[in-house]
């Protein structure tokens, strides 16, 4: 619970590629950048796995007592996207905007809260001509004779201080693309493109042209956070050479230092192989709900694993995070028919004060979520001897709702009637279920057990399993 005291977690920073203790640049505020998506299709599940890792940072970072401002950008505007438009025989931004449409849709899917901007590429050509400008100025940048403008790599003397890349060890010829032209080096990458026949343009002082990727990331995150900020996320894929340009150009454009601390998400595998269109394992989140897997259970597995390491998405993994979800709602539900009686259990408020503890030290620890959840699993063991023992006392039910409602800030992913929606979308409510269960109480309890019957038939016709015990009548979604 956020108290006003704040915990410095560490994270693992890319840069400098070590365990540091995180010091923000302005007293309990942070600053984070993540890399959105390009929207030129719907994202994969492996896309999405980097944007549920930067939601939970963003909430733990606020449940560790900071004010977060989160921006994530949105490319409209690359090679793959006017590609994409041209072929389909759209303008970019009906293309584009579906994309951008199901994006958000999905984020919303999975409980990812909302950014605080999303500035879209597009609408930000002016910030990104500006810092071409200042680099071009300050020598760092040049046009060549095809009329592009390219960042002057040899002029960053610590270039590759993110990735590790030497540049003096790099082969001449290593990184041609196909639309290379007369670079005086060709390493230099490309901060502006001159116009081609078909392409969507914008006027420059270099003439009609178009952004490259790496600046559009650059002029967004200093537009919303500063010329320097705390916290730059994406995949490990964006390290080289997304990221080490970004950094590039951004110090030279400031002669300040960029983003401080650099998170990367590792890939998520399918089966303990990479994705990929040939392999036909590139899921999206509608394809994995289609198969029947629930929203709230993946992202249980997108939290299960810690970020800095492949996770592999298996029949298993999936079993296993469904598994500990019904553990934590077979809680939830004996907790919901369990009775209170005398004193408050002194074990149950041990527990949860170390469950409060020990969450927040495995938050802390480079966003330990394996370490979370191990100490969620063990409040709850407590609280199920508890409640078998009959030792909750008064108020203790409360308690334990308020610890799980304190740590799912976090997780987002405890409470199954936020959920409820999507999963009761073709059966009953809990509320309904419930409601027909007291009826059918009431009906045995005045001996009418035909009418008891009939509502047990029609709860089973909706695919809910009564129990009926000591402690009144459970139920479970068969
Ligand atoms: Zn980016």
Not at 13 to 41: A, E, H, M
Not at 56 to 79: E, F, S
Not at 121 to 149: C, F, K, P
Not at 346 to 372: H, I, T, V, Y
Request: some cysteine.
């Amino acid at each position: 619970m956020n108290d006003g005291t704040i915990t410095a977690p560490r994270f693992y920073n890319t840069l400098g590629r070590s365990l540091q203790s995180f010091t923000p640049l302005r007293d309990g505020k942070v600053g984070i950048y993540t890399c959105g998506p390009t929207v030129y299709g719907d994202p994969h599940i492996g896309n999405l796995r980097a944007f549920v890792f930067e939601d939970v940072l963003v909430r733990a970072m606020r449940y560790l007592g900071y004010a977060v401002t989160q921006v994530m950008n949105i490319t409209d505007v690359d090679d793959k996207t006017i590609r994409e438009a041209s072929a389909a025989g759209l303008d970019l931004d009906t293309y584009t905007q579906p994309y951008i449409d199901s994006f958000l849709a999905d984020l919303d899917t999975l409980h990812v809260e909302r950014a605080s901007e999303y500035p879209r590429a597009t609408r930000h050509i002016d910030e990104m001509i500006a810092m071409v400008e200042q680099l071009v100025d300050n020598g760092h940048a040049y046009q060549a004779e095809d009329g592009s403008v390219y960042f002057r790599i040899a002029s960053d003397e610590d270039y590759g201080r993110l990735s590790g890349f030497r540049l003096d060890e790099a082969q001449q010829g290593e990184r041609v693309a196909s639309d290379e032209y007369e670079k005086e080096d060709i390493r230099d990458f490309v901060l502006w493109k001159a116009a081609k026949p078909g392409e969507p343009t914008w006027d420059s002082p270099w003439g009609p042209g178009r952004p490259g990727w790496h600046i559009e990331c650059s002029a967004m995150s200093m537009k919303y956070l500063g010329e320097s900020f705390d916290i730059h996320c994406g995949g490990v894929d964006n390290i080289f050479p997304h990221h080490e340009n970004e950094i590039a150009q951004s110090e030279s454009a400031t002669g300040k230092p960029f983003a401080h601390t650099w998170l990367h998400a590792e890939h998520l595998i399918v089966d303990g192989e990479k994705m990929s269109k040939s392999l036909g394992n590139q899921y999206t989140l509608s394809e994995l709900v289609e198969k029947g897997i629930a929203p709230r259970v993946l992202r249980y597995f997108y939290l299960s694993v810690h970020y800095r390491q492949k996770l592999n998405y298996t029949a298993d993994a999936v079993e296993s995070a469904e598994g500990a979800l019904r553990r934590i709602d077979q809680m939830r539900f004996r907790l919901d028919h369990t009775q209170e009686d005398g004193p408050p259990s002194p074990k149950l408020a041990a527990a949860g004060k170390r469950l409060q503890e020990e969450f927040r030290a495995g938050l802390a620890d480079d966003l330990n979520l394996s370490e979370a959840l191990a100490a969620l699993f063990r409040y709850v063991k407590v609280v199920n001897v508890e409640i078998e023992h009959l030792k909750l006392g008064e108020w203790d039910v409360e308690r334990v709702r308020q610890a799980l409602a304190d740590v799912d800030q976090v997780l987002g992913v405890l409470d199954p009637a936020q959920w409820e929606e999507k999963e009761s979308a073709s059966g009953l409510a809990d509320k309904e279920i419930e409601e027909l269960i007291g009826q059918r109480r009431e009906a045995r309890a005045g001996g009418d057990y035909s009418e008891a019957d009939r509502i047990r038939a029609l709860l089973e016709s909706h695919g809910i399993v009564l129990e009926d015990t000591a402690q009144g009548t459970r139920w479970k979604r068969g």
